[in-house]
């Protein structure tokens, strides 16, 4: 059994610059997950990032692959579907490069019709089992995150199903995307895949849709949460997805600094929330 003081704290960052490293590392921030949106990807300065990071003691996690029409694996028309997967890969092989093993994907990306979602179901199974393979080469893994609203995993059966795909597939937990209209709470989750997730994106909400809120301004009972976390021996790092400004879907609500990320952490199981009955 593991411990949440024990894991690394880390957090998902669109910046790179070494000013901006060394300034997280004087936060105790341990760790950074990149992720750039699409349309930027190609202009990634991967040898700065691997300098900067190395200078400044932050180590590079994993990369947040692009979720974009473009780069949507589930697409049910094939030259999309393979376009994707050529995008997604080309960047996996320039990031493992530099020592980047994990990449966080969405497995699918825009609204799907109902009776469209086994299609884009399969499509997305297709495209994942290509990319573990291919990170595999580079002894790196491909980890799935859970999605809010219509996404493909956005329960726990959903996921599972994903998941069969390759058996080299890991998760990456989201605990701010399960809604309880579709089905599935955080222990729940957590009992059921456990032993796939190897890494977080941390931050709280109202349970009805992503807020991506400080831990703390939501309804998580974090205690419950953490201590499921570390039942299931879950060893990777506690790393923040936004609440350090306003949230985009609630910009009223308070946000934390990152000077406080690490303290939050280690108090994490104080906050037990407001659970929706």
């Known amino acids: 059994m593991t411990h949440v003081t024990d894991w690394m704290t880390a957090l998902s960052t669109k910046e790179y610059d070494a000013e901006t490293l060394q300034f997280y590392r004087a936060c105790g921030i341990d760790g950074v997950e990149l992720s750039i949106k ?13 300098k900067n990071a190395d200078e400044a003691g932050i180590k590079i996690l994993s990369y947040h692959l692009p979720f974009s029409k473009k780069t949507n694996i589930a697409s049910p028309d094939e030259e999309i579907r393979k376009g ?3 995008i997604q890969s080309a960047l996996i092989e320039k990031a493992a490069d530099i020592g980047i093993s994990r990449f966080v994907i969405h497995a699918s990306m825009g609204p799907i019709a109902d009776e469209e979602r086994p299609q884009w179901m399969a499509s997305a199974k297709k495209s994942l089992k290509e990319l573990a393979e291919f ?9 799935v995150e859970d999605l809010p609203r219509h996404g493909l995993g956005h329960n726990t059966r959903e996921m599972l199903d ?20 579709n089905g599935s709470s955080h222990q729940e989750f957590i009992a059921a895949l456990g032993n796939k997730i190897v890494t977080t994106h941390i931050s709280d909400y109202d349970f009805v849709d992503e807020k991506h809120f400080f831990p703390g301004y939501g309804l998580i009972d974090w205690k419950a949460l953490v201590e499921s ?3 299931a021996d879950y060893s990777g790092p506690f790393l923040y997805e936004g609440g350090f400004g306003p949230s985009p879907w609630a910009p009223d609500v308070p946000f934390g600094k990152i000077e406080d990320a690490r303290n939050r952490q280690l108090t994490i199981k104080e906050l037990r929330g407001n659970q929706p009955g």
């Open 38 to 50: 699409a349309d930027l990807c190609d202009q990634i300065d991967w040898v700065a990032f691997r």
């Open 135 to 143: 990170a595999a080469r580079f002894q790196a893994v491909i980890c």
């Open 84 to 86: 994707a997967v050529a």
């Open 162 to 181: 994903l998941l069969e795909a390759d058996e080299r597939l890991r998760v990456c937990f989201d605990v701010n995307h399960l809604c309880l209209k």
């Open 229 to 231: 976390l570390e039942q």
